[in-house]
């Protein structure tokens, strides 16, 4: 009963250990039902909740499901580091050189990651901010089924199954995600490609296309976008009965 009031922070190591068998002593902000390897793991909490989480992690036969209404995701092995905050409202996850190999052999290379989502409350509207170095976009989409992701963000993903990689990759919005009021994006890409897809349901399809690199730096009044990129196709399917493709395709924007 007591420990129940406790407010402090713990740290722990944990060698050759099964992260399951102590799943009930700690309220994690999701449900793992096996993970073997070393952990090192530090908390802050309140009582009987978790404020901030980080844990640095070399594990194998992974079995976890990181919210109720998600499929059961199960790994190979993951290594790095992995961190959650409650913002009260809102959350923040984080990870530094994460990478992993799903079960069905999906590779997932090391991965920086910070994404933290405020929900709107009263007259305040929703905000989100998303940082990424060394993301694999065609590992994320077939992974996404597993990650907790909006509805609207899986379907998304589904349609437009993006490939390539993205670096130095910044994004912050104010408003509803799909139709920001105000945002600011910016970052490196290098074999990216998309599926002709929609923002809303409904809505106009955006064209596809494949193996663009370059970088970019936009916002709600404007940006630059500069491309240089060699095999490139792009498919305007209301317009034209095949994709157009090009050898070469340098390009700026502005």
Request: glycine letters at 10%; hydrophobic letters at 45%.
């Amino acid at each position: 009963q007591d420990l129940l009031a406790w407010r402090g922070a713990l740290y722990a190591r944990l060698d050759r250990t099964d992260l399951a068998a102590w799943s009930g002593w700690l309220d994690l902000p999701f449900d793992l039902r096996r993970g073997l390897g070393e952990v090192r793991l530090w908390l802050q909490f309140d009582r009987d909740s978790v404020l901030d989480a980080n844990v640095d992690v070399a594990l194998s036969a992974i079995d976890l499901r990181l919210a109720p209404d998600l499929p059961r995701l199960e790994l190979q092995s993951v290594s790095g580091s992995l961190g959650w905050r409650s913002l009260r409202p809102g959350h923040e996850l984080r990870t530094r050189q994460l990478a992993f190999v799903a079960l069905d052999g999906t590779v997932f290379p090391p991965t920086d990651v910070l994404a933290r989502q405020i929900p709107a409350t009263g007259k305040k509207p929703e905000t989100g901010e998303i940082s990424v170095n060394g993301l694999d976009l065609n590992a994320l989409a077939t992974l996404a089924i597993h990650l907790p992701f909006s509805a609207a963000q899986r379907e998304l993903l589904a349609q437009s199954q993006p490939r390539g990689t993205l670096s130095d990759f910044s994004l912050k919005w104010e408003g509803d995600w799909s139709a920001p009021r105000i945002y600011a994006a910016k970052g490196r890409f290098a074999g990216l490609g998309v599926k002709p897809f929609a923002l809303k349901e409904g809505g106009s399809k955006l064209p596809g296309f494949s193996g663009l690199s370059g970088n970019f730096d936009a916002g709600e009044k404007g940006g630059a976008l500069a491309l240089n990129a060699h095999g490139v196709s792009a498919a305007f399917s209301e317009v034209f009965a095949e994709p157009l493709a090009f050898d070469t395709l340098t390009a700026q924007a502005s």
